[in-house]
């Protein structure tokens, strides 16, 4: 059997760090996995029905791996990828997964290609590199393990070892799948997430609908500021009660404000009635991360920030396949002045606990760790998305550590929609991270002991603790 | 015999990742070279008459050198680099030499050194520490090896092992020396590239005159917006038919534009009588990099574009010496924006090649990776310029990698004047790649046949495919 | 006695290269300190008396120390902080210690843990691990020390072996502290640095009468523009004959101009009567640059600028701690624009030493590395601040060496007002700086020899020749 996975991959090179490396692993692979934000489907908890052919479960949904091979020339269609408009796509799995196989060299040094030599090991005990020639029969194995009970979703939660796990819900999703989970037999801990960006961002396209749906909901007012205020603490408090630690704001800037109550329900005024202009609606986008911040403080729910993404940069892609298609680019994100106003109003009160995350890595050692190294308020997120990856990782401490040290970091997000994908996630953040406390520990940097513990911390009590799990 | 040069040198430290390295490397090291982007003179391959004297071969045209003992006080003149003004400057080979020989210690950890030791010792079989002791000695050897017909530029070219080079003339070049090689009994490839900034750029100072040749030359009415395209159409063909595979764009940003036909005519008019402002003028480059785009589609041409390079920062140094004196610095450069409106034209074309560098590494994770990882039309130009060097290759495969892969890069450029440094310059890469593709090897993340293939790929084949050579 | 300080801390892992490193260092660890950019107090070698308790000596002074408690939720006061406003805080050394070693956990990887352990048993000979156990202990050790001669500040100051140590006083400080060390029959070199920030900054909240005072003690009418250049000229010999060999200029920019003196004139006039706007009393920065260098080309003192720091980011903080309590965070800085008009004016001129300095790493590569090479007067400030850690001062070295050299960097600054910890903030810089040098010459790219002789300029050589000391 090929070392599909090497027992030593991902830890550095040089054999007495290695050696460090793979005994703090050692200490924590086993660990429980917290997974506090993401963005699997609380369907698949709640009706526990078998996932679909094996390249719609691990190829189609994954941006990472369609915008691989559409950068190279292949089409979204051609790749399972279901076009707006009704026309062709390729519906057949075996299809997918061959043209996938063929061109998986492309994915040579990049994650994915960890995660799913993982996911095809550990998960369906793969002990073939999928290439042209295994495409076939990797394929009919993965397809008859999916008709099996133990590759349902529960059974795999359990098999996962997942402690508990953060979905991520819009303000005015319902929950019922949540309520369902709640609500059967079963004890897996699947809890939601507060992301109220449709009901905030007046550029959303159904933004007003949006708010009325709101307002229904919560049965609020969201025809004013006040009650539109309220609709949120109301929304809050529902998805608090079906296990809501925390909240997630997606926003293409860090800006915040904070502006007087009065120009603050002015500003809403001329948001609901679609009469605000490009900078207003910007003002209120920032004074809502601010408004969200104070609700923080009185409800608990920590408080999470992903900005900086230029969604659907494509508008070709965007307008036939709609968003999460691979075209979602990185910008230059300021935070500095950005977060001022908040930072102004709630940034040195302890009760609060605002995750930060990045795409911009030039803002790691200039910005973020400076901040977090400061304000009672602030914590890091780990390194995310593109970065989510070992040289990311890796990056991602060197830059943050000396000034932010490691307890204002708040352990690992998988932040993905890959349900298979989790423990390759959490395993390689582990090691990456092990490998990072080694080196400091052949530097002399650290005891051992204290490498042990921090390892600890990062695999898994960070998260419990920022996260209040 | 003192090693100027270890067979080890610019491997990891590391002793497996290096035994590693070194049996990649030795896989790759004797392949053809193939230099798709430079900037040797095309005169030296069509007369083939010897090389002046060694200052003048490897100092004075050469930026690298000059600004760095520059930096420290020494003249442009006393370094042999002849003033505009006609103000007196060091004439004598042996003195420039001697110089530069007692100053060699300031280049201590930079490319230069490295360049310099490889060649004195490859090309010349000097096995001397080059300093003020052995200036004179040394200054000897390399002046008589130039006497000699081995040390012809063809002779050389054979030498070196270049398979093909590309050098790069502007829009309103004659490619007489092109054509003489052509018609030469010599076998070598050498090839032009398409350069139009002077034609484009309305703030060339000989813009309008440059227009009226490019009129003459292309036989079209470069007087209307319609004549002016096709002049460029004109041209390009002339140029391909000299071997060109690629046109070069080297703007101060890399902002594109996207006008209707009727609003780039008007736009057009303005700029062909003087009349258009700064924003105006801007506009029209940027226009110009997608309407070079769309004939990229058109004729095959790869398309190049170097942004970010401040020209003659230092105005006293351009109003002396003139362009190309080691004072072009590089200013923060945007990608997500600025490419937006050709991207949204072209960027989805699998038909066109656009091959991206830049002087700002911070977009090398947050813009150009994710940018590449999706646009089938993009690819990443190799680390440039003052990144053209051991820990700048190092950082652009560590920064780009995770995200847009191996694939979506193109080999190296060597993008040099120095025609003897162009085996130097390529056996770097080599090791660097190597030493790269070893450590992920080496940590697992790469199997062995794999890190074989893409160092091949890397220090050959990606370069011939994506240029089309 | 546990290893607080392994003998190999900090030298790369890989055992080959870890012994090039120790061999090097050793070389140069005894070397004399030279301290030519600095915080500490001229009070301290001037009356000789003997420091405070431990926890005022080594933890509520210590910006780094404080706000990484802070940023956990542990008040300023807690830590001894004392508020403008009257309020309560901690004042007993002991309770702050304790409350400090309880959460010395925090500071894993970060520079202060490394720098405390180096002191604690260095120079205070503990041997047992800070923590919540052997606080009591160690403080009643330490508060023994303090009150014994071989520790007051001139008795350390030798053991220490420091040649020569700058302070940093302000335009209009009397220099009582420097001259009474000059008086006396010590012989200890301690000497000032010109910083003329409260006399250059109209945003100043004393502005007005600082300069008022400057005029005083200069002689000069700083009501005029003239007279006001002619005060800095007079204070710049006043500070030379205490010592100084330069001047020191923090701004928030890295902006520069270069006006008419008739313009010039007319812009201190309205900054002089308050009626300047923002964007006036920017440009006047800008132009004090200027004329800064123009100064220091005739006095020949050696001109450093610290710019991008966003002093005091909380307004809470500031308003009841005041400056320097840990609040003060980079933002992003451009050099390539900014200092145009500077180095336009004086950046060829060879009698002038300008040493940058810069908290947006981001910079090194793109901007600071390449103007350096290329400019005469420009040398780089070591790593700053955050980045005066053993990450922040790899970074550097990787980012700035290929494109400037060694020769165009300047030495180490601990640049601190923490006396005790300056032997362990250059014993760092010297184990990082042997560490890189080692990895050149276990990667081929230096000889040995050449590493001894770039590791004696780092640790001792440029300092020296770049401060005129």
Chains 1, 2, 3 share one sequence.
């Not at 300021?334 to 930072?343: E, F, G, I, Q, T």
């Not at 304000?375 to 890796?394: Q, V």
Request: net charge negative; with cysteine.
């Amino acid at each position: 059997m090929p070392n599909l996975n090497h027992p030593d991959r991902l830890f550095p090179a040089d054999p007495d760090t290695r050696a460090i490396a793979r005994e703090l692993y050692d200490q924590v692979k086993d660990l429980p996995i917290v997974s506090p934000h993401g963005h699997t489907d609380p369907r698949w908890y709640a009706q526990n029905k078998p996932f679909p052919d094996p390249a719609q479960l691990l190829i189609v949904p994954d941006h990472y791996a369609v915008r691989m091979l559409v950068s190279q020339g292949i089409g979204h269609h051609e790749l399972g990828v279901r076009g707006l408009d009704g026309s062709d796509f390729e519906a057949d799995g075996r299809t997918i997964w061959r043209l996938f196989a063929k061109n998986y060299h492309l994915f040579a040094g990049t994650p994915t290609r960890a995660w799913l030599d993982h996911t095809l090991e550990f998960l369906f005990g793969v002990d073939t590199v999928l290439d042209e020639s295994s495409a076939d029969a990797i394929y009919d194995h993965i397809a008859e393990c999916l008709t099996q009970d133990q590759y349902l979703p529960r059974a795999l939660f359990s098999h996962f070892n997942i402690e508990v796990i953060a979905t991520t819900e819009a303000a005015i999703d319902d929950l019922k799948w949540h309520k369902m989970i709640a609500d059967s037999d079963w004890d897996g801990r699947v809890i939601t997430a507060y992301r109220p960006d449709s009901v905030i961002d007046p550029d959303n396209a159904d933004f007003s609908a949006n708010l009325d749906l709101f307002g229904e909901l919560s049965g609020c007012d969201t025809g004013n500021w006040a009650g539109y205020l309220d609709a949120h603490r109301n929304r809050r408090a529902f998805f608090a009660a079906h296990g809501a630690t925390s909240t997630d704001h997606g926003h293409l800037t860090a800006d915040t404000a904070n502006l007087s109550e009065g120009a603050a329900g002015l500003l809403f005024d001329k948001i609901r009635t679609g009469g605000a202009d490009v900078a207003e609606r910007a003002l209120f986008r920032g004074q809502m991360l601010t408004e969200m911040a104070r609700m923080s403080i009185e409800d608990g729910l920590v408080m999470q920030i992903h900005p900086g993404s230029w969604r659907g940069h494509s508008p070709t892609v965007h307008a036939r396949f709609g968003p999460d298609k691979g075209f979602d680019i990185p910008k230059p994100t300021n935070y500095v002045a950005a977060l001022k106003p908040l930072l102004d109003e709630v940034g040195m009160d302890p009760r609060l606990t605002l995750v930060l995350f990045t795409l911009d890595e030039g803002a790691y050692s200039r910005e973020l760790a400076p901040l977090a190294g400061a304000y009672p308020a602030l914590r890091l997120g780990p390194a995310w998305w593109f970065y989510d990856s070992p040289e990311g990782m890796r990056r991602y401490r060197q830059l943050t550590t000396e000034t932010a040290g490691f307890y204002n970091t708040v352990g690992f997000n998988d932040d993905t929609r890959a349900f298979p994908s989790i423990p390759a996630r959490h395993d390689m953040a582990r090691r990456i991270d092990c490998g990072y406390l080694a080196g400091l520990i052949a530097e002399h940097q650290l005891r051992p002991e204290e490498g042990a513990a921090l390892a600890r911390e990062l695999a898994y009590g960070l998260a419990k603790k920022t996260y209040k799990l």
